[in-house]
């Protein structure tokens, strides 16, 4: 197998925004996650600077920042975009396949390559010089196609996995409405309950950030960044020693149970502390321990995580430019609390349908795991 410079694959095309009327979507860097894309509306006076490249169908992008995978194949669905500097926009060059090419570009061959090309003091990236250095297989164009397309089959059965995961999220949310109505209307009439009432402990958890007294294992102190809606992330913990944690946080235990609310961030994102993590602490968030029998942790957790909870939380949101959540607006919000029979048979519901996510997510990564190795075949001339 022959290794060739990637200019003999494609070239970087700087086709920069002219001015124009009306609005256009613009994607920045943080927009695309997978193939999925979010864009925002912008005119040409309202534009952020690096919104300054264009692109047209068959090109491909790829991001510049290190340990950064964001690739997109340009198609007609989305060729009058803007997209950030933050991008590399190529044209694929006669005798490549686009989709050879987009495989190529996902690949740990590709991005392990980028990764050590990339520079910078404080965001590395690859520049245009150095992604001129990168090396790619040279084969016929029938065995770039073959290839494509065993890769292609290959990930839509991830993409399908993935949207049956997704599906079941959204099955959740529409049970929850059936279930408990339309929270703003109340049609059925749910007594409301303020933070005071439903629960037993509502406190903030230590807001100091003391970054000194981590240490490599100790006791776990979560933070913001490790809740997700209506679960919690292990990635980025941090560890304080036993005796910072006596000293520090001794206030913010929690119990297996407890739903802790991100705090600052405008968001109110709430999680519920699994058994795994009974005893662990947590930094600056907002602590929650519902009463038995009247507030159970998974209602009081989607409630919150609902569109119209996020909504109630933004209102009550105080600060400038760090927005925050005011605990003590949360102490007075009055929030419906049905019957609790009811809540526990939503609950029972969501346990079910979370068993069946994480067979789900078990097979995900195993078709992952797959894909890649097809991916390195691939790219190693095996394929």
């Known amino acids: 197998m022959t290794l060739v410079s990637i200019t003999k694959a494609v070239k970087i095309k700087n086709q ?96 392990d390559q980028k990764d050590k090309l990339s520079i910078g003091a404080t965001q590395k990236a690859i520049n245009n010089e150095k992604f001129k250095e990168i090396i790619i297989p040279e084969l016929s164009f029938e065995d770039q196609e073959r290839i494509a397309k065993i890769l292609d089959e290959a990930d839509a059965l991830r993409q399908k ?6 599906l079941l999220d959204h099955y959740l949310k529409s049970v929850f409405w059936e279930m408990f109505g339309d929270p703003v209307k109340n049609e059925k009439k749910w007594t409301k309950k303020t933070g005071e ?6 406190t ?82 907002i ?18 995580n609902s569109d119209f909870g996020k909504r109630l939380v933004l209102s009550k949101n105080v600060g400038g430019i760090q927005q925050h959540f005011n605990i003590g607006a949360l102490k007075k919000m009055e929030i419906p609390c049905p019957p609790f029979l009811l809540q526990e048979e939503f609950a029972v519901l969501v346990e079910k349908v979370e068993l069946l996510k994480e067979v789900m997510l078990t097979q995900f990564k195993e078709l992952e795991i797959q894909f890649q190795a097809l991916i390195q075949k691939a790219f190693k001339g095996k394929l």
């Open 197 to 202: 009432e439903y629960c037993e402990k509502l």
């Open 16 to 111: 920069r925004v002219k001015p124009f009327n009306g609005e256009r979507d613009y994607m920045a860097t943080g927009g695309l996650v997978g193939t999925e894309i979010k864009t925002e509306k912008v005119t040409y006076k309202t534009k952020p600077s690096r919104a300054d490249l264009l692109v047209s169908k068959n090109q491909l992008i790829v991001a510049r920042m290190k340990e950064t995978n964001k690739v997109l194949l340009i198609d007609e669905n989305n060729c009058d975009l803007i997209v950030s500097t933050g991008f590399l926009v190529l044209d694929v060059q006669i005798g490549w396949h686009p989709g050879f090419l987009y495989h190529f570009f996902v690949s740990k061959f590709f991005q």
């Open 161 to 166: 996995r993935k949207q049956v995961i997704g």
């Open 204 to 285: 903030v958890g230590v807001v100091i950030k003391p970054a000194s007294h981590y240490v490599e294992k100790g006791v776990i102190a979560l933070r913001s960044l490790n809740i997700r809606p209506n679960k919690i992330t292990l990635n980025d913990l941090v560890y304080f020693s036993s005796e910072s944690h006596k000293k520090l946080l001794s206030k913010s235990r929690l119990n297996e149970g407890d739903v802790v609310f991100v705090r600052t961030g405008a968001t109110g994102t709430a999680a519920i502390i699994p058994k795994s993590l009974d005893g662990c602490n947590c930094i600056d968030l």
């Open 287 to 304: 602590i929650t321990r519902p009463k038995k029998d009247l507030m159970h942790p998974i209602y009081l957790c989607y409630f919150f």
